[in-house]
């Protein structure tokens, strides 16, 4: 860069220019292209009750917007498949476990056997999502529950424990709900969930 303008500087200030040095003859080795390394996606497993089977679909509808992979047994198992073999699997793969709390759900015979599966791995974030009344009890009684609201699952409710628990996984899918938002006041809606992580941004992140 400075040679591109020394000769510009040096006719301001009254000296003659200086010749530019030749370009480097040398041919560089062959140097392999980098190779983007892909990120890794959070997966969520939602676990409910048939009941509820509409607030899971919602609940899955919101995360899918933030580029959050989500297992509903009901759309992602096909009738070929030993549905037993296909839940302990994506119970085993899960980053986060996605609990919707009724009174549905404590009469499931399956929901709290999935609830007993994802405790014992202890890196998973466990969030659950209180439909009615019910409250997190047995093996997750002691993690605090998020109120639905009636009008429907606030994705931002949902993410906000992922994005501390896994927030270079989660923070990118954000910042993509920005960039494809259609208007400003999307948008800014948008950019509210993210507002409060600003000060954990890496570079990256803050270029894109």
């Not at 500087?9 to 003859?25: D, I, K, R, V, W």
């Not at 549905?83 to 549905?104: K, M, N, P």
């Not at 499931?108 to 439909?131: F, N, Y």
Request: overall charge negative; hydrophobic content about 45%; charged content about 25%.
């Amino acid at each position: 860069i400075w040679a591109a303008f020394a000769p510009l500087f040096e006719y301001l200030e009254g000296e003659p220019p200086a010749s530019q040095p030749a370009p480097p003859t040398a041919v560089p080795a062959e140097v392999e292209p980098a190779v983007e390394a892909v990120p890794l996606r959070v997966r969520a497993f939602i676990s409910y009750s048939t009941e509820d089977k509409a607030a899971a679909g919602a609940v899955k509808r919101a995360l899918s917007t933030y580029d959050i992979d989500c297992f509903l047994a009901h759309d992602d198992i096909q009738v070929s498949e030993e549905w037993r073999e296909r839940i302990v699997e994506e119970l085993g793969a899960c980053h986060v476990f996605i609990a919707l709390l009724s009174q549905a759900f404590k009469r499931s015979d399956w929901a709290s056997q999935e609830v007993g599966l994802v405790v014992r791995r202890s890196e998973v974030a466990i969030v659950p999502l209180c439909l009615d009344e019910t409250i997190p009890f047995g093996f997750i009684a002691k993690i605090h529950g998020i109120r639905v609201a009636p009008t429907g699952v606030d994705p931002e409710t949902v993410l906000e424990p992922l994005a501390k628990r896994f927030p270079r996984l989660v923070i990118p899918g954000m910042i993509a709900r920005v960039r494809n938002a259609g208007s400003f006041r999307s948008s800014e809606a948008a950019m509210r969930p993210l507002v409060k992580h600003f000060a954990a941004l890496t570079q990256t992140e803050l270029d894109a």
